[in-house]
């Protein structure tokens, strides 16, 4: 893995120096819904999620980009219901509010990969990475566990799909990890630097 992102960037600095002035860098930031798939849609409690995700791209060519991003995915959590539990949030501090929102499980992907522009707007994209995977913990006396998250590290795929529309960018794409950790998610982002 260290070896193929030392790769990716060899190539963006070998392309920056040898690709015309048009190769540019990108930033975007958006949001993005989630739905869990195979066996982490039967661990989580909503077959929902929702998360935040960002992205450095670089344009090698007209239709070829290098895209590097990261990603925050939480899954439903049961323990909000109503208007009246979010309104009681105000009163609490960051991590009671963080422990309320946030479910059980949650996803942390980072990826590196390249996005190919078949026609002008609609895109393809491989990108490959390390997934971050939080599971939440019930303390235990009995155990001696601790009550909290427990974070594994696992290699992720997401081969996906989009459209760029002006200076936002819609986006599906398919992640999957070892141990039948997949989800599907779909994103909208908004492009900030020269078009």
């Not at 239709?63 to 979010?86: A, F, H, N, P």
């Not at 141990?179 to 630097?193: E, K, N, Q």
Request: hydrophobic share 40%; charged share 20%.
């Amino acid at each position: 893995m260290i070896q193929a992102f030392r790769l990716l960037i060899f190539a963006a600095s070998v392309s920056s120096v040898t690709l015309p002035a048009s190769g540019q860098f990108n930033f975007n930031l958006g949001g993005e819904v989630a739905r869990p798939a195979s066996g982490l849609a039967n661990l989580v409690e909503e077959d929902y999620g929702y998360g935040a995700h960002a992205a450095i791209t670089y344009w090698f060519s007209y239709r070829v980009q290098l895209v590097c991003s990261g990603g925050y995915v939480t899954y439903g959590s049961e323990k909000i219901k109503s208007r009246t539990e979010v309104e009681d949030l105000v009163d609490q501090g960051l991590d009671a509010i963080v422990d309320r929102i946030e479910g059980n499980y949650s996803s942390i992907p980072v990826t590196a990969g390249l996005r190919f522009y078949p026609l002008e707007r609609l895109f393809v994209q491989g990108a490959a990475g390390v997934v971050y995977k939080r599971t939440r913990q019930i303390g235990n006396a009995n155990t001696n566990t601790k009550e909290g998250f427990v974070t594994e590290r696992d290699l992720v795929v997401s081969p996906g799909i989009g459209l760029l529309l002006g200076r936002f960018s819609l986006q599906a794409q398919y992640n999957v990890s070892r141990d039948d950790w997949r989800w599907m998610s779909l994103g909208v982002s908004m492009i900030f630097g020269k078009l």
